[in-house]
């Protein structure tokens, strides 16, 4: 079995400061030249119904048209038809701005799909029928239990089950990694080909095992698609709250023009509508779905693929992490860590005899010893070409080199070389083995025996090897206070070293991954919100328990049908970036949603003294920003509601700053941000752009 | 300002604030069943109500809807006793000046007004009912809605206490009792003895004749004034006896009595905070709550007080002299009572309309206009404390808002003592919150359309429109003060406002109701550091922006419109 390719997947640096990845080059010409056809499509009223808030600009954009071509229309005003024009120039630029910055956050995932869709369209197979004739069919008329064949440079049609060949295969137009991948029939992970990878190598021949319709490819494409339109809990209940603000501000501007009527005091209905979609959370309201879709697009490009936004959010709650020790926390490769002599034998001479014992190992334990020892100062012996080389068998659980000078070394579980040294050689195991042996489990390693024809020189210690910067990752997660749960087969004393050095919170040993399901659930029972990450069949029941469950794409079909998020690079270190993404989502939205309601304090003494400037000339005293003319303060004010959409995009797109800290401080400084800077930034805002157009009206 | 009047404000402050710590905490003991030194007394009492009402129905565990249906057919069931008597007083004993049956729409009005703790009165006390109605109608109703409004707010409290997932909110019978017999009964008995002592008058008695010294004779009206004054104010009632309400000396005869009533007025209100911190186990959140609140009611206390102290400049101008001194009080004393000056009307004008009540001691039409903004902008808010139960509710309908706001910007889904925070509980928060603003500004929109509703007025233009915002801001908000200068006892009127308390007073209550259904059905979440706390002050300033701005957007172009034009008007020397 070849060893699995290490993901080449680049992680965005979690710690300090975590700003999702880089807007650099992400975002082509292409897209912003979808996003401008997307947005204008996006006018259709049948589309902005769907959110209340620019559902009500765009209305008031049709009142203020109707206005500039007839300025009387409710009744005789003072507002000339440019004026009326010029509100309604700026109502529907604000209304464009929100519809650009959807269609410019769903451009990423639009493309995707309709790339997706292409490999899809271009499938044909070979189908090997009964009789062993073979005919050429399209990818659609393949079924389950086919047998298909595939060449060299050939796309596999259909997802299925590899019974014959081996074969190199680039997976790269499902999970972006192009390092190439071995299949072969017989094994768990390595046997299923995916439809739409590409064979480089050799020859398969596999079974259908998926009708057309319910391929890997198709999921996926339905799921680049369906994820966006579904809106997530959060994103809900905000449009909620947003839309029950909006419809108080209606009430709160109809009301007005009654109570103006009674005093006497002529309105602009124009000015009625600006002021009300300057009072609307305009700024939320055109961005919320922008920030939603950047969210599950931020996943994508971690190559990981939601099954829907709700998963993503999810991530962003979680208070326990059940994450597996190998694969997660340790590379699933042990290290020699320690050379320990026995019977006064010299610590080189073990040295060097291991060194030579794993000569020839290939496993990735025998390539670390030889690091180990080289290190140490170990070299090769004149020789060694002629030698012949032991393999590593779970019978005998040993390997080693027979040298060509007659010396047999050994190196294997203790007990077996103790075996064969009393059998094979008549030899006794030194006294103080079984001592030192012993006290090696103890520290949560591996025992391996070292023998030269027979006498046994002393003990490697194999420990596991953890993941480089993973207790830098678990600290961090300390620090967002998500609970981490270390679950490994392995025995107690094992776990708990391994826990230790990577800082775990928590573990759980000698676990058979049917019990993961228990431990899920009774996390939850205690009321947090769990993620875990799997790829065998087995923990599928856990990982659809999971609210939040993380299938690696090199996993079992069952697995990755159970779990709510699929990485394709497999690479369960993700879960923790996830997190990160999926607490940047809300908190995007939350600072948005603070920074749209605090604008409105500053809008309100821009508009409100100027609609009332000639029947209550008293409350000029209103006007703090000192704004040239009722016409002038009105626009300022709308021109600043609609500029600031553009101007968030990136930072909806992007998402909000976020450390890992405590949710105090980062309360306090987005309270300060987001809160004081809504405040005051539209005086200064809206000040400006008076400056600015005083003279042309 | 002079320093006595300082002094006065800060120490009746500091008395509320006192009186509400040990207030509270025994409140708690008794929603949440715990032993007290009284039980020996009220045990007996209570196990016999039980056992009148039945007591299967008094034990029984409520879900929030049965809770919610048991208080609103309690409700209707009270409403249709008040109707009676109010509409058949003239059958009915204790009716020595022979007053008529009240005329069907004015009960109607007054029956609505008095269930739901507004207290509205298109009535004249005095003229208008018998001492019997004073006494079964007016002074019941008055302990069963606090009762109402304090419960409601008890079992909502609950379902933030209730860990994983039961539904049980409490008995409505039991919570309605316990806090009539072993709260509002003693306080109301002592406090009215201190008054009958100070000279409030308590008599079954209708009226006495007095001598005057011109040699005329005096029919004044008495009654059960001191019994029905107190309940008024404990309440955050403010049906008074007497039209003049508190102003009148039969009712708050001293000084003394007038500070007392103030204290009491608040001390429920602000001790229902403690008794929350009690309840959920976390006396840090109370007090957060109690600073914000009490912030709000100290910026709008002196937005009503100093403003009248410096009067008018057309008073000015005309040589009237705006210092207090020891001849006189200075200021603006239209409208107000000479033995309580400036001072303790401000301080009473801002206390009854912070805390709902709507007893009033001067006339709130004669106030300086940012006064006005005090009043009418605490009924708009009707959470500076608010009224009993209610007034915590309504502060706890922003600080969910608060909740989901910040939660949002700390990246968690949004939780509040425990509880997920989530879409049901945002739309039902949302609906609660829009119902106030929407009866308010529509109700006064059309009034000052209609003719009919123009004719009640006694003022024009800002001023007039001033006086019908008054009305439904007090009647939405159950507060029932009257700004005075409106004909309230018209059709219009009578059904406006009575629609007005209705929709302000029941729908709110259900909504937060179920809000406490689907909270109480939730898991506990542990808390943890990335959870935000709510218990901070950071949040606490959050909160108090969230009142402040959500309510003040909403609220403010009709601020502007009334008393904000006003105050601007009044500096050029225009006056309404």
């Known amino acids: ?55 009500v600009v765009w209305v008031g954009t049709l009142v203020t048209f109707a206005l500039t071509i007839q300025p009387s229309l409710f009744g005789p005003s003072n507002a000339s038809r440019l004026y009326n024009g010029v509100v309604t120039i700026v109502l529907a630029l604000t209304v464009w701005f929100a519809n650009y910055a959807e269609a410019l956050a769903e451009g990423r995932g639009k493309a995707k799909a309709e790339s997706l869709r292409q490999t899809r369209a271009n499938l044909v197979g070979v189908r090997v ?25 050939d796309v596999v049609p259909a997802d299925g089950e590899v019974i014959e060949g081996v074969a190199y295969v680039n997976e790269s137009a499902i999970t972006g990694e192009s390092a190439p991948v071995l299949k072969e029939p017989g094994t ?92 609307i959370p305009t700024t939320i309201g055109a961005l919320l779905s922008a920030i939603g879709i950047a969210g599950i697009d931020r996943t994508m490009r971690f190559n990981v693929l939601a099954t829907s936004g709700k998963a993503v959010e999810a991530a962003g709650d979680v208070q326990t992490l059940i994450l597996d020790k190998t694969g997660t926390i340790t590379t699933g490769n042990r290290e020699a860590r320690e050379f320990l002599p026995v019977a006064g034998r010299t610590r080189q001479e073990l040295i060097q005899t291991a060194y030579l014992a794993s000569y020839f190992d290939t496993t990735p334990e025998g390539r670390n010893v030889v690091t180990a020892s080289t290190a140490q100062g170990s070299q090769p012996i004149p020789g060694l070409d002629q030698a012949h080389g032991l393999d590593f068998s779970a019978h005998t659980r040993m390997s080693g080199i027979d040298l060509p000078d007659g010396r047999i070394i050994r190196k294997g579980a203790v007990s077996a070389i103790v075996g064969a040294a009393v059998e094979n050689f008549g030899q006794r195991a030194p006294f103080d083995l079984q001592n030192i042996a012993d006290g090696v489990p103890r520290k949560g390693a591996t025992p391996l025996a070292v023998s030269v024809d027979g006498v046994i020189l002393g003990i490697v210690v194999l420990s596991d090897m953890l993941k480089p910067g993973i207790s830098e990752r678990m600290q961090e997660l300390r620090k967002m206070a998500v609970r981490t749960v270390m679950v490994t087969g392995d025995n107690p004393l094992t776990a708990r070293t391994i826990a230790a050095e990577a800082g775990v919170d928590d573990f759980v040993a000698e676990m058979k991954p049917e019990e993961k399901l228990q431990l899920v659930l009774e996390e939850q029972s205690k009321g947090r919100l769990v993620a875990m990450t799997g790829d065998g069949t087995n923990d599928a029941p856990a990982l659809a328990q999971a609210d939040v469950g993380l299938a690696m794409h090199s996993g079992t079909m069952p697995a990755k049908e159970a779990a709510n998020l699929i990485d394709l690079d497999s690479d369960p270190t993700k879960l923790t970036d996830l997190v990160a993404i999926g607490r940047q989502m809300l908190i995007t939205r939350g600072a948005l949603t603070t920074f749209s309601i605090a604008n409105d304090v500053a809008k309100y003494f821009a508009i409100i003294p100027a609609m009332f400037i000639i029947a209550l000339p008293g409350l000029a005293a209103l006007n703090v920003m000192g704004l040239a003319t009722p016409q002038s303060a009105v626009l300022s004010a709308l021109i600043f509601n609609a500029l600031i959409i553009p101007l968030l995009i990136p930072l909806a797109l992007r998402g909000v700053h976020f450390l890992a800290e405590t949710a105090e401080t980062l309360f306090k400084r987005n309270l300060w941000i987001y809160g004081l800077g809504g405040l005051i930034a539209p005086f200064i805002g809206i000040k400006l752009i008076d400056l600015m157009i005083a003279p042309l009206v | ?46 196990n016999a109500i039980y056992f009148l009402i039945g007591r299967r129905v008094a034990a029984q565990a409520m879900t929030w809807r049965t809770y919610t ?44 007004s008095f269930v739901t703790n507004t207290n509205w009165q298109a009535y004249g006390g005095e003229s208008t009912l018998s001492n019997f109605s004073q006494m079964g109608a007016i002074t019941f109703a ?25 539904a049980d909110l409490g008995n409505f019978y039991r919570d309605f009792i316990r806090f009539i017999t072993r709260v509002l009964m003693p306080i109301c008995f002592l406090v009215a003895l201190f008054m009958i002592a100070q000279g409030a008058v308590q008599t079954f008695d209708a009226s006495i004749v007095a001598h005057t010294l011109q040699g005329g004779d005096q029919t004044m009206v008495v009654g059960p004034v001191a019994s029905q004054g107190t309940i008024e104010l404990i309440g955050t009632n403010g049906g008074g006896f007497y039209n003049a309400n508190a102003a009148h000396p039969f009712q708050n005869p001293t000084p003394l009595t007038n500070i007392v009533l103030i204290v009491l007025m608040a001390s429920l209100p602000a001790s229902i905070i403690v008794t929350f911190g009690e309840m959920i186990g976390n006396r840090r959140q109370a007090w957060v709550l109690y600073g914000v609140l009490g912030t709000l009611l100290v910026l709008f206390l002196l937005l009503c007080v100093v403003p009248e102290q410096h009067g008018t400049p057309m008073l000015a101008n005309a040589g009237v002299d705006m210092q207090a001194s020891t001849d006189q009080p200075g200021g603006n004393m239209e409208g107000k009572e000479v033995r309580f000056g400036i001072s303790a009307s401000g301080l009473f004008a801002a206390i009854t309309t912070a805390f709902t009540t709507g007893a009033v001691n001067s006339a709130h039409d004669s106030y300086t206009p940012l006064p006005g903004i005090t009043m009418i902008g605490q009924m708009m808010l009707q959470c500076v404390f608010g009224g009993k139960g209610v007034g915590f509710l309504n502060a706890l309908i922003y600080g969910l808002i608060a909740v989901f706001v910040a939660g949002l910007m700390v990246g968690r889904t949004p939780q509040f003592l425990g509880k997920k925070i989530e879409k049901q509980e945002i739309i039902l928060v949302s609906l609660a919150l829009l119902i106030h603003p929407l009866v308010i500004l529509t109700a006064t929109a059309w009034s000052v359309l209609a003719p009919y509703a123009l004719s009640s007025l006694a003022n024009n233009s800002i001023h007039g429109y001033e006086e019908i915002l008054y009305a439904f801001s007090s009647s939405a908000a159950n507060n029932g003060s009257a700004f005075a200068g409106l004909n309230a006892n018209t059709p219009w009127f009578n059904l406006a406002t009575a629609s007005v308390i209705l929709f302000g007073r029941y729908p709110p209550i259900i909504f937060l109701m179920a809000v406490a259904g689907s ?46 034009a006003e105050f601007f008007a009044m500096r050029n020397g225009q006056v309404f």
């Open chain 2, 142 to 166: 008055m302990f069963t809605s606090a009762t109402t409004g304090f419960v409601v707010a008890m079992a909502w409290i609950r379902a933030f206490t209730v860990r994983n997932g039961g």
């Open chain 1, 129 to 153: 029928r009964n009789d062993g004739r073979q005919e050429t069919v399209p990818a659609t008329e393949l079924r389950t239990g086919d047998i298909v064949r595939v060449d060299k440079n």
């Open chain 1, 1 to 55: 079995m070849a060893p699995k390719p290490e993901s080449t997947a680049k992680l965005a640096p979690l710690g300090r400061e975590f700003r999702g990845v880089s807007m650099a080059g992400a975002y082509t010409r292409e897209l912003f030249w979808q996003a401008f056809k997307g947005s204008l499509a996006k006018f259709d009223p049948r589309v902005q119904i769907h959110n209340p808030v620019m559902f």
């Open chain 2, 69 to 112: 249906v048991h208080m609103l057919v309690t409700n209707l069931a009270m409403a249709i006793i008040i109707y009676l008597v109010l509409s058949f007083q003239n059958w009915l004993p204790l009716n020595q000046l022979n007053f008529p049956a009240v005329d069907p729409l004015l009960a109607f009005n007054t029956t609505i």
């Open chain 2, 519 to 564: 909270v109480a059905r939730k898991p506990t979440t542990p808390a943890t550091t990335a959870t935000l706390r709510t218990d901070t002050v950071s949040f606490g300033v959050f909160w108090f922006a969230t009142i402040l701005i959500v309510g003040a957007l909403t609220f403010f172009p009709a601020l502007v419109l009334g008393p904000i």
């Open chain 1, 188 to 279: 768990d992970m390595f046997s299923s080909v995916t439809a739409g990878t590409t064979v480089i190598s050799d020859w398969l021949v596999f079974r259908v095992t998926v009708d057309p319709g319910h391929t890997f490819l198709d999921r996926m494409i339905q799921l680049v698609e369906a994820a966006k339109r579904q809106k997530t809990p959060n994103e809900i209940a905000l449009t909620v709250l947003l839309s029950v603000l909006t419809l108080i501000f209606v009430i709160v501007v109809a009301t007005i023009a009654p109570v103006a009527a009674y005093l006497e005091a002529r309105i602009n209905v124009a000015d009625l509508v600006a002021l009300l979609v300057a009072l």
């Open chain 2, 1 to 46: 300002m002079s320093a006595q009047a300082w002094l006065q404000i800060i120490l009746t402050l500091l008395a509320i604030f006192l009186v509400s710590i040990p207030l509270g905490r025994y409140m708690a003991r008794i929603v949440m069943g715990r032993p007290t030194k009284l039980d020996r007394i009220f045990d007996p009492i209570d």
